[in-house]
Every structure is written in C-alpha cells, then in structure tokens.
C-alpha cells in the first residue's frame, strides 16, 4: 500500500516562494556603489512565483537610479498571477485603502477561498487585465498596464486565464464553489496516501518537529491546521470564505491509457504555506515577543504588518504607476511587462532571449528559486555584470526533504553555481535559507 508522495507536498505549481521576502540589492559589495551613482540596475529573478522579492526590493532602491526587474516563470499561469498582485499592491489608495487591499492582497494570495467582497475585486482586476491583454489600441487601454506588443497567442493565453477568473454571480460562481474544496482534499490524499486518516497528527507533526524547529514558531498551530486541511491561510475579518480563489486553480496534463488528459485543480504547495513570503521574519520586534515560551502574534498578524507596510511605502513614494507596458520578445515566446514608477522602471518577462549580445554583462543581481536551480548554466556567466552578485534560493522550507537531502541540495546549488562562474561570497549576507554568491573576474 502506497504511502504516498512525499514529493508531491511542494506541488507542481509555484503559487508561492518558500523563503521570506528579500531585498536583492542589500549587498555590501555593490550597495554602496549604487547609493553614488546614477544609472540603470538590472535584476533578474527565475521562478519567484510571487512579487515579494520585487516588492522589496524596489522599495529600498536609491531615488535616482533606474530599477529594472526581469521576472522568467514556467508557466502563463503564474505570470498572470503575479500580474494580479501587482496590480492589486498598486492600486492608489484614494480608491482602495491600505487595511482593505492588504486584506484583499492576502486572501487572493494565500487563500483556496475567498469572501465575496474580495471576489468582486479580483473579477474588477481580472476584467481589467483581460481587457489589455486583448486590447489592440496603440495607447493604454489601462493607467498601469499596456500590452499592445504581446503576441496574439501570448495575448490569448492570458486573456483565457483572466476570462476563467471572472464567474458570474448568478451562475458560473455558484457552480465553481465546490471545486477548489474537493481539488485540496485530493492533493492532500494523494499526498498523504495511507496516512491520510492520521492526517491531523501528520499537520502537527511537519509543524512541531518541522517548521518550529526552522524558526518559524510564529507559525500559529490553529492556523497551520486549517490551511492544510482547507487552504486558508488569512481569515482577518468574520466572514464567509467560501468561494473558490480561481488564481490558484491550474491545468495539469496527466497520462490515462496511452492520452494525455489536462484536468483542472489545485496543483501548489499543500505543505510549507504562504506565511513563509511575509510572516515568518519582521524589522518590527514587538511582533516576535512570546510570553510562558508562546508567541503573542501569530505569522497572519506578522503578513499583515508587513504587507500592509510595504503598501504604506510604495503610495508615500509619490504615487502609483502611471504607465505598464507588457510586450513580447519576437524571436521567442516571451512576455515581458514594463512598469514605470516614479521613473523607476519594473520588467517582467517569461521565457527570455537571454543569449541576445544586449543581454551581455547585463545584470547587477540574479535570484533564482530552489524549483529553477536546474537552469543555473553557463549562460548565468553571460548575463552577469562584473560584479553580479547571485542569490540562490536553497531547500530549507521544503518539508519533504530530510536533513540529508537539504544538505545536498546546498552543496550541489554550490557546485552549480561555480560551474557557472560564480564563487561563495562568505562575507555577504548568505544564511540557510538564501545562499549568495559574486562572479569571479576573469
């Protein structure tokens, strides 16, 4: 009898990242030289799966230098998500508030389900974004998004995921209701297997013996239970979360006798959670303060804090976006979203034409997560800058690794890493959960 997957926990599908949001540019060796110069700093991110580290990142970058941020993902599904977060972070607050789009930021991003009220919001975005990803005008059909140079099938792709997304009331949502609930429970049989009617004993024992023994004991024992038996992670208000969160159901393409068959459901994490984004680490101590060995504030109130303050942030830096541009690269099935911030400029694109000559000694920062490490290659040792600094994502949150295998993951991220031509940088800010290397000079 199977004992089921334990490979499946982290699921196929990056809805999330599993490490705490990281600023990509606080690194000694290049920080200062930054603060003094003017001129352009180009970031690459590789399968984030979310905005956090963007986010982040443009916050603490210096005022007059241009911000370029590079985003490749694996699939059209998570690029319209993350256009979906971004969105939802840049709404101005004179037409949404910063506690309600905190709310409503947290739920679409950590819950299988959602209030109505946040339903409504999602289906506004998603029609928004539906309209300017099939839009032909040559201006912006939208104030923060252009996507007049995508390509018409990248524009279809889109266009069908943001469609899927808008139900109606009187119909279609009705009917979606059930499917994410029964979509969750699948993935925790099919993770589980036998263990399945011990599940709750399963839930704490990757808690206790797991997750708080990594630091994360702001990770509240009651709310770690529901999410793995429900998948809601952020309940802050008394309501009804009932309706299923479209943003975080996808295709999957199995084998049945001989045809490949694409079946819609929840294919993400089942088992480290989305508090590891933003709940797990905070500048704001008295958040982190336990009393009789507890923690007082659990790791939703720790996400709230800080997504609500990197919101506070970006509407204090003189507005939101006026302009967005997604477009495609002609040579390769490539989107890219250009964003333009009080003049900092924000790019996102899947699947690049990195071996272009102006890609060449091109980025200051390369991120790449745990899931894209295999894509850590030679051509890394072109697109870096002299003194590119690479930050790699390394395996301490996946649960279903051991010890063991968590080390080797690091030495092999290593042994990658300098096959690429890049050294450990022992005096920068690497830790356990990021190992962060320079490139050599040749």
Not at 260 to 273: E, L, P, Q, R, T
Not at 281 to 309: C, M, P, R, W, Y
Request: aromatic share 10%; with cysteine.
């Amino acid at each position: 009898m199977s004992a089921g997957r334990a490979a499946e926990g982290a699921g196929c599908i990056t809805w999330w990242g599993f490490s705490p949001a990281r600023d990509l540019l606080h690194n000694e060796c290049y920080t200062h030289k930054y603060t003094l110069c003017e001129g352009d700093i180009n970031v690459l991110l590789v399968g984030s799966g979310d905005p956090r580290h963007l986010l982040k990142t443009f916050l603490q970058i210096i005022s007059f230098a241009t911000l370029q941020i590079w985003v490749i993902e694996n699939s059209m599904e998570v690029v319209a998500r993350q256009l979906l977060l971004l969105y939802l972070a840049l709404i101005p607050q004179g037409s949404m508030g910063i506690n309600e789009k905190t709310e409503v930021f947290l739920e679409v991003f950590g819950n299988s389900e959602i209030r109505s009220q946040t339903e409504e919001v999602l289906q506004r975005v998603a029609s928004q974004l539906s309209l300017s990803v099939t839009e032909t005008l040559e201006t912006a059909v939208h104030a923060c998004l252009n996507t007049t140079l995508l390509k018409f099938k990248e524009r279809d792709e889109l266009a069908r995921i943001f469609k899927s997304w808008i139900q109606t009331r009187s119909s279609s949502s009705e009917q979606l209701t059930p499917i994410m609930s029964k979509a969750w429970d699948y993935r925790v049989r099919q993770h589980l297997g036998t263990r399945y009617d011990s599940k709750k004993g399963c839930f704490d024992w990757d808690l206790t013996m797991k997750l708080h023994e990594k630091g994360c004991g702001v990770i509240n024992r009651q709310q770690y239970m529901r999410w793995r038996e429900q998948g809601l992670a952020f309940e802050m208000r008394e309501g009804v979360y009932q309706i299923t969160n479209p943003s975080l159901l996808s295709s999957r393409v199995f084998s049945q006798k001989g045809d490949k068959v694409a079946i819609m459901g929840y294919w993400g994490d089942i088992v480290s959670s989305p508090y590891l984004s933003f709940g797990i680490e905070t500048d704001d101590k008295s958040l982190l303060k336990t009393q009789n060995g507890q923690h007082i504030k659990t790791a939703q109130d720790i996400s709230f804090a800080n997504v609500q303050g990197l919101f506070q942030s970006l509407s204090s830096r003189r507005g939101c976006p006026t302009t967005s541009q997604p477009y495609t690269d002609a040579e390769e099935d490539t989107s890219i979203r250009a964003i333009t911030i009080n003049g900092k400029r924000l790019k996102k694109q899947l699947k690049p034409s990195l071996k272009k000559q102006k890609y060449s000694q091109f980025f200051n920062t390369i991120y790449f997560s745990a899931s894209c490490v295999h894509q850590l290659g030679p051509m890394t040792r072109q697109i870096a800058a002299p003194d590119a600094v690479l930050v790699v994502e390394l395996a301490k949150y996946i649960l279903d690794l051991n010890k063991e295998q968590e080390a080797g993951f690091a030495e092999k991220v290593e042994s990658i890493a300098r096959e690429a031509g890049f050294e450990p940088w022992h005096e920068g800010t690497g830790d356990d959960v990021h190992a962060v290397f320079k490139h050599q000079k040749k």
